[in-house]
């Protein structure tokens, strides 16, 4: 049988330290392939060139910032995940990534074990946020949630939603909630109906921009 192949990971990052340190972590200890560099353009000329799977995306790029990045990724085909990974970023500066479709929020500090999860979780197109980050996220008012929409979740959805959250797969959300797995797809299906949107990444974004205060 073939090897099987590596995941390509490119960080973009303009503190030269830590992504070097960064990707020798990732490589050695592992086993992603990983790329890096430390602007918005360098990043571009990358996704050009070598396909990668997985963006791993600072915020503060210096004079630039992250949202600018997946504005010129999406432009130049980019069809791979992007996490974002910072030392900290407000909810307003979150929530306008959260639109442009990044798959979760890892902090720095996070250990290693967990960055290489989110990763993984990441590729399968499920959703990763630093959940001491989200509660903040989801605690704080924004001005989008002035305009109140009148949708109601039941109690089942907003159980649901909320380990779709962290990260569970279906059987894992049957098992915590003690219900059927195909329970949890019915209740998954009725909040992709009522939120409009097909994916569970798509959920996400649109339950925290539109729906955090029934959380």
Known sequence: MPAKSKVRVLIVDDHTLFRESLS????????????????????ISILEDSPVEIVLL?????????SSFLAKAASAGFQGKTLLLTA???????????????????LK??????????IHKALEGKVWFDQ?????????????EARSDSMI?????????????????????????????????????????KTGV?????????ALERFKDQL
Request: charged share 30%.
């Open 24 to 43: 020798r972590l990732l490589q050695t200890e592992h086993g992603f392939e990983v790329l890096h560099c430390g602007s918005v353009q360098e990043g």
């Open 58 to 66: 600072d915020f503060d790029l210096g004079n630039e910032k992250g």
């Open 88 to 106: 900290g970023v407000n909810e307003l500066e979150a929530a306008d990534l959260i639109r442009h479709g990044i798959s979760g929020v890892v």
């Open 109 to 118: 500090h996070s250990r290693p074990a967990e960055l290489s999860e989110s």
């Open 132 to 144: 001491t980050y989200l509660k903040r996220v989801m605690e704080t008012k924004t001005a989008s």
């Open 153 to 193: 979740f039941t109690e089942r959805e907003r159980q649901v939603l909320s380990l779709v959250f962290e990260g569970l797969a279906n059987k894992e959300i049957a098992d915590r909630m003690q219900i059927s797995e195909s329970s949890v797809k019915s209740t998954l299906q009725q909040l992709f109906e």
């Open 198 to 206: 097909r994916t569970r990444s798509q959920l996400v974004r649109v």
